[in-house]
């Protein structure tokens, strides 16, 4: 069966701060793995999408992680700012079909 | 350039009744995916159109129905609406072509917020 899953469930850190989200998923076929943060109340906006062959991808503050062998991605936040409060959902689009979503990372940052 | 576009942002409704909801894509767009989003399920995919064909549908009841006009625009209606069906419905647009198999990003509107008493 098709599944990703987020680990942690919710963060909360100090803005300025540094943190990493984890995904894993067991999905086949493979198509990209894609990043997306949801603000409050608004739908979600892409981060990043990464193919098979791209095990790094960056957008500003965030740099999203592939291995496609463990079949694991991580989100990195990089200095962290209050705006970067938001639930972070890993996807996963199955070759020549839908997209697999995962529960989602809520992340509070704090000042 | 305008986003996707969702009306109305809040719905009421009681149970028993049907829905309509409306989705402006980004203008060139041809490909438009509809989801369901609530607290216990997270997203969930309903189905795409492009090019005023379904292409894709996922696991709901067929009490869940859409259609695309030949402007990309697309509405997604529900009948006989039952407490379960509360939820944030999103609609995503993209580019379109062979999507499916593509790494274009979707554009999401802000949705739906629709609530069944």
């Known amino acids: 069966k098709n599944q990703v899953e987020q680990s942690p469930q919710s963060l909360i850190i100090l803005e300025g701060k540094n943190c990493t989200l984890q995904?894993?998923?067991?999905?086949?076929?493979?198509?990209?793995l894609r990043w997306y943060k949801q603000d409050t109340g608004r739908g979600p906006v892409s981060l990043t999408i990464?193919?098979?062959?791209?095990n790094t991808k960056s957008n500003g503050r965030y740099t999203a992680t592939l291995d496609a062998d463990t079949k694991q991605s991580s989100l990195h936040i990089t200095a962290s700012q209050l705006s970067d409060s938001a639930s972070y959902i890993c996807?996963?689009?199955?070759?020549?079909?839908?997209?697999?979503f995962g529960p989602g990372t809520r992340l509070s940052v704090l000042p | 350039k305008a986003g996707v576009t969702q009306t109305p942002r809040y719905l009421i409704k009681t149970r028993g009744q049907q829905v309509t909801l409306s989705c402006s894509p980004i203008?060139?767009?041809?490909?438009v995916s509809w989801y369901q989003q609530t607290p216990g399920q997270g997203l969930q995919f309903l189905f795409e159109?492009?090019?005023?064909?379904?292409?894709n549908k996922g696991n709901f009841p067929g009490r869940f129905s859409g259609r695309q006009f030949s402007n990309s625009r697309s509405e997604m209606n529900v009948s006989t609406l039952e407490l379960g069906d509360s939820a944030l419905y999103l609609c995503?647009?993209?580019?379109?072509?062979?999507?499916?198999?593509?790494?274009?990003?979707?554009?999401f509107g802000d949705g739906t917020r629709l609530s069944i008493l």
């Open positions: 995503a647009s993209s580019p379109g072509g062979d999507s499916l198999y593509s790494n274009q990003p979707q554009h």
């Open positions: 159109y492009f090019s005023e064909t379904q292409r």
């Open positions: 996807v996963v689009r199955v070759y020549g079909q839908n997209f697999v």
């Open positions: 995904c894993n998923y067991t999905v086949s076929p493979f198509s990209n």
């Open positions: 990464m193919t098979f062959s791209e």
């Open positions: 203008s060139g767009h041809r490909s």
